[in-house]
């Protein structure tokens, strides 16, 4: 049995206290808005308000247990409050009948109604959906323990999803300990490692710059952007393309263990190159870094990057008049620490056993999302 979202839950909005009276904002009182959610439970907020606060505006205090759906800007959110809080415009709150709809299986229900949601939003600047939308949702509607039984079952579903993706970011932090241990903080060089220019380490220069003018499509080719480059790997979901004539295949083709840096955007992001795709190349936003394999390797250099990067290590080197850049000039002149080779390649070893690890989990992961994609649609279907 189906039975309409209105029928069944009360809807309160949300408000904004004035943000010209500083002192609303001085209180004890959760006030969440939507990138306060990020889990199936809301216990902690960002900001926190007074009781005038809530007398002068339209922010409404619910009770632990009210399900939450925002319903503007990041649409399709959903959790339940796990404490009483406040609540942004952007939000609205669901208070099942307890007689009728168990919060949590509506919770679960309403994760499921994302891509609806997106697809029924309305607005020229900011999107959103209406309260009248949000009634006429149809809920399957089984009796009570049967509600309670689904909506156990995909919370442990999802509580294992959790540990999943906690134990994933746990693995992400190992590699930068081990080079710690190794090498320690590059920007101190405590190991008193000899310091050379990066440019008498690796081969670096800028690669081919885009002229559409002169783009004919008769040796086009697909090359890589700033935008492709992330720390320690490439997003190729989107890959565009450009004429290379046989000069410029020479000079900018991409071989495997070539070091991408990023030029601009957030300078000195780099990512080695394994050759994901057969024949690529690389856009003028980007330095191509190809290491003396006899003085350094590119496992060891792109986690350099990393630190100096995210330890002010960069900052001499960066020029920031407008748009921060990492010059071809400047990045070979950057004088670095020169770690032995063995200890480097000993570093290596420990980030390729690292990366197994990790892509065990992420495969864990796949397959758990994957069952819980599975549980969601059989669950609201009679079949769980």
């Known amino acids: 049995m189906n039975v309409a979202l209105g029928h069944l839950c009360t809807f309160l909005?949300?408000?904004?206290?004035?943000?010209?009276?500083?002192?609303?904002?001085?209180?004890?009182?959760?006030?969440?808005?939507?990138?306060?959610?990020?889990?199936?439970?809301?216990?902690?907020?960002?900001?926190f308000?007074?009781?005038?606060?809530?007398?002068?505006?339209?922010?409404?205090?619910?009770?632990?247990?009210t399900v939450l759906l925002v319903t503007r800007t990041s649409i399709g959110k959903v959790a339940?409050?796990?404490?009483?809080?406040?609540?942004?415009?952007?939000?609205?709150?669901?208070?099942?009948?307890?007689?009728?709809?168990?919060?949590?299986?509506?919770?679960?229900?309403?994760?499921?109604?994302?891509?609806?949601?997106?697809?029924?939003?309305?607005?020229?600047?900011?999107?959103?959906?209406t309260r009248e939308v949000i009634a006429d949702i149809p809920v399957p509607l089984p009796i009570l323990p049967e509600q309670r039984r689904i909506a156990e079952i995909l919370d442990r579903a999802e509580a294992l999803r959790a540990k999943r993706r906690a134990a994933l970011a746990q693995i992400d932090t190992l590699t930068q300990s081990i080079f710690l241990r190794l090498f320690g903080d590059p920007t101190m060089n405590p190991q008193r490692w000899p310091m050379l220019p990066f440019g008498e380490v690796c081969e670096s220069r800028l690669g081919k710059?885009?002229?559409?003018?002169?783009?004919?499509?008769?040796?086009?080719?697909?090359?890589?952007?700033?935008?492709?480059?992330?720390?320690?790997?490439?997003?190729?979901?989107?890959?565009?393309?450009?004429?290379?004539?046989?000069?410029?295949?020479?000079?900018?083709?991409?071989?495997?263990?070539?070091?991408?840096?990023?030029?601009?955007?957030?300078?000195?992001?780099?990512?080695?190159?394994?050759?994901?795709v057969a024949e690529c190349y690389y856009q003028k936003a980007l330095h191509r870094a190809r290491p003396n394999r006899t003085l350094a390797n590119p496992e060891y250099l792109a986690w350099l990057l990393f630190f100096l990067s995210n330890m002010g290590?960069?900052?001499?080197?960066?020029?920031?008049?407008?748009?921060?850049?990492?010059?071809?000039?400047?990045?070979?002149?950057?004088?670095?620490?020169?770690?032995p080779l063995p200890l480097q390649r000993e570093f290596a070893r420990m980030v390729a056993a690292v990366e197994k690890l990790k892509a065990a989990h992420r495969a864990s992961l796949s397959e758990m999302d994957a069952l819980f994609g599975s549980l969601q649609h059989r669950a609201f279907r009679g079949e769980l």
């Not at 339940?80 to 609205?92: E, K, N, R, W, Y």
């Not at 309403?110 to 020229?124: C, D, H, S």
């Not at 783009?215 to 565009?240: C, E, M």
């Open 49 to 65: 308000i007074t009781e005038e606060a809530i007398k002068n505006s339209a922010t409404n205090r619910v009770p632990a247990g």
């Open 13 to 47: 909005n949300g408000g904004t206290p004035s943000k010209s009276v500083p002192r609303y904002f001085d209180g004890s009182i959760p006030w969440i808005t939507g990138a306060d959610i990020v889990g199936p439970t809301v216990e902690s907020a960002r900001s």
């Open 80 to 129: 339940m409050a796990g404490v009483p809080l406040c609540f942004s415009q952007d939000i609205t709150a669901l208070m099942p009948d307890p007689q009728k709809l168990d919060a949590g299986y509506l919770v679960q229900f309403l994760r499921t109604k994302t891509p609806a949601f997106e697809r029924l939003a309305r607005g020229a600047t900011i999107k959103g959906i």
């Open 209 to 276: 710059m885009l002229d559409q003018k002169q783009q004919t499509g008769k040796h086009s080719r697909p090359y890589l952007r700033n935008a492709n480059v992330q720390w320690f790997h490439f997003d190729l979901t989107t890959i565009f393309e450009m004429d290379f004539d046989a000069s410029a295949r020479e000079e900018f083709r991409l071989k495997n263990g070539d070091l991408l840096i990023c030029e601009g955007g957030e300078p000195g992001r780099a990512a080695i190159w394994r050759g994901q």
């Open 313 to 339: 290590g960069l900052g001499d080197h960066v020029t920031s008049a407008t748009i921060a850049h990492l010059t071809g000039e400047r990045l070979k002149a950057m004088r670095i620490p020169l770690p």
